[in-house]
């Protein structure tokens, strides 16, 4: 298994308002067997900030990704797409709408234009059986 993880690649496509087309990738970090690239789908004017760390695979069995955003209009729905790709073949695909616009689970669905968005989202994977840990904290 670990002589795929060389060529692992994580696109995170956040999607705000609908389906919008993402900006080019950016690189988000790169190591001997992981390149991390994001690509945003609002508008190119929104201070938006992600990071995760750290930026590889091997020995490591907790992630820890943080994304920052100062939306410019009120969040009421909003979508995230992650995709892994190990070379040329997708891994994993996940897509889901995380804000709805009514009885939403986290505080910064229905944050108002200019209001600061901070989460950090953290995962732990443990190989030996089946225990995974996956949180997401936002700030008040």
């Known amino acids: 298994v670990l002589r795929y993880l060389h060529f692992f690649q994580l696109v995170i496509i956040l999607s705000v308002y609908g389906f919008t087309l993402?900006?080019?990738?950016?690189?988000?970090?790169?190591s001997n067997d992981i390149d991390i690239l994001y690509s945003y789908c609002g508008s190119g004017r929104d201070n938006f900030l992600f990071s995760v760390e750290p930026c590889w695979l091997r020995g490591r069995t907790e992630w820890q990704g943080t994304i920052f955003w100062i939306p410019k209009a009120d969040l009421t729905v909003a979508s995230g797409?992650?995709?892994?790709?190990?070379?040329?073949f997708k891994s994993l695909k996940w897509e889901s709408t995380v804000c709805h616009g009514v009885d939403d689970d986290y505080s910064y669905c229905g944050a108002l234009k200019g209001g600061?968005?901070?989460?950090?989202?953290?995962?732990?994977?443990?190989s030996q059986g089946v225990d995974n840990l996956c949180e997401l904290y936002t700030d008040p």
């Open 116 to 126: 600061g968005i901070h989460c950090i989202f953290r995962s732990i994977h443990r």
């Open 22 to 30: 993402a900006l080019e990738k950016q690189l988000l970090c790169t």
């Open 81 to 88: 797409r992650i995709q892994l790709w190990n070379g040329p």
